[in-house]
């Protein structure tokens, strides 16, 4: 399984795909910098998109990739060719705009399928809460004053990792 977006709702993605049996998770960034974080989540591997050599090294690696990222700059068709035979790519994050330019043909030439969902209806959030209490599943957060909520909305829209740490 591969995680797209380590932060906000990314690093449930990895903690849950662990929980629910994932042999292996990759984490896939911009760059190295949340890559400490990652694997302190639990994610077995990692991807840095910035580096040359990350699509031939990873291509058709991954079942399925659930995409958090909310930009709208970041490589889908790159993505999608990370996905095995009949593998499915699920897009969680929201774009700005809502929409998405990339090239249609990795979905064609493997058989792969792209899909979405914001939320789970009532079921499936108690379901998720109830398991995360069983297998002890915690948030890594990082309390911060209210008086510095500007500063937090700034760091989380330039994509940049809180100092965090599991609770």
């Known amino acids: 399984i591969g995680i797209v977006g380590i932060g906000w709702l990314g690093h449930f993605g990895i903690l849950f795909a662990l929980t629910l049996g994932a042999d292996k998770v990759y984490a896939i960034s911009c760059t190295r910098s949340k890559e400490s974080d990652a694997r302190k989540m639990g ?12 699509l031939p090294k990873n291509m058709q690696t991954l079942d399925l990739i659930v995409c958090t990222a909310n930009d709208t700059s970041i490589p889908m068709s790159q993505y999608l060719t990370l996905l095995k035979v009949s593998g499915t790519l699920v897009q969680v994050g929201a774009p700005e705009g809502g929409h998405q330019n990339f090239d249609l043909f990795p979905l064609l030439l493997n058989n792969t399928s792209l899909t979405g969902s914001l939320t789970g209806g009532r079921q499936e959030i108690k379901d998720m809460l109830e398991l995360a209490a069983k297998k002890t599943i915690k948030s890594w957060v990082e309390a911060r004053p209210m008086s510095a909520v500007n500063e937090v909305l700034q760091l989380m829209e330039n994509g940049k990792a809180l100092q965090i740490c599991p609770c």
């Open 43 to 54: 994610a077995t591997d990692f991807i840095a998109t910035s580096e040359p050599e990350w």
